[in-house]
Nanobody, 120 residues
Framework: QVQLVESGGGSVQAGGSLRLSCAPSYRGYCMAWFRQAPGKEREGVAAITYDGNTDYEDSVKGRFTISKDNVKATLYLQMNDLKPEDTAIYYC?????????????????WGQGTQVTVSS
């Protein structure tokens, strides 16, 4: 059973930064971050392949960075220059069902989520 646990969420002002963590990460899996804002569908934010290639949703390119530490078995999402529209519950995900590692992919395993709130 794969159990993913996110941490690092919180409240920040616009322009601030947060770093989310997800453990454990799985060396051989595609892993990703998703988010769901109130009243909106869940959307992929970023994905990372087993060998470190990354994919980002357009609105976060240049601001967010997905990475993983295989020694610590932890996935990260560094979020800079946060905007109020980034406010959402952020979820960690693992194992893209299709085998294609993109932020748009359908993932098998999910964490419970961590709240990120950005105030203007």
């Amino acid at each position: 059973q794969v159990q993913l646990v996110e941490s690092g969420g919180g409240s920040v002002q616009a322009g601030g930064s947060l770093r989310l963590s997800c453990a454990p990460s799985y060396r051989g899996y595609c892993m990703a971050w998703f988010r769901q804002a109130p009243g909106k569908e869940r959307e992929g934010v970023a994905a990372i392949t087993y060998d470190g290639n990354t994919d980002y949703e357009d609105s976060v390119k240049g601001r967010f960075t997905i990475s993983k530490d295989n020694v610590k078995a932890t996935l990260y999402l560094q979020m800079n220059d946060l905007k109020p529209e980034d406010t959402a519950i952020y979820y960690c995900a693992a194992y893209a069902r299709s085998g294609v590692c993109l932020a748009l992919a359908d993932f098998l395993y999910w964490g419970q989520g961590t709240q990120v709130t950005v105030s203007s």
